[in-house]
Nanobody, 119 residues
């Protein structure tokens, strides 16, 4: 069982920035470091949306709406994943979830952290 705990959400004005963190545990660092780590979000009344993923080799991929604004990174020693979000807009308001995906088998989800973009 892998546990993921998100933090760093909050209220921010349009154009502002937030840095989300995800702490992973429940497996050895050797195993966890083989997982792809991702961020998703879910706005009220909408489906959960993929935002960004970072592989074990550090390669990244983003949804179009996140490109140029969001940056995903990971610290394999600290077992942490981050999402730096810049130029935030009201449509970015959502619960943001961390996801861990092994090479095989089901993935794991955190409980989410609320991000609200409002003036």
């Amino acid at each position: 069982q892998v546990q993921l705990v998100e933090s760093g959400g909050g209220l921010v004005q349009p154009g502002g920035s937030l840095r989300l963190s995800c702490a992973a545990s429940g497996r050895s660092f050797i195993i966890l470091n083989t997982y792809a780590m991702a961020w998703y979000r879910q706005a009220p009344g909408k489906q959960r949306e993929f935002l960004a993923v970072i592989g074990s080799d550090g390669s990244t991929r983003y949804v179009d709406s996140a490109k140029g604004r969001f940056t995903i990174s990971r610290d394999n020693v600290k077992q942490m994943v981050y999402l730096q979000m810049n130029s935030l807009a009201p449509e970015d308001t959502a619960v943001y979830y961390c996801n861990a995906q092994p090479r095989v088998g089901p993935g794991y989800w955190g409980q989410g952290t609320q991000v609200t973009v409002s003036s």
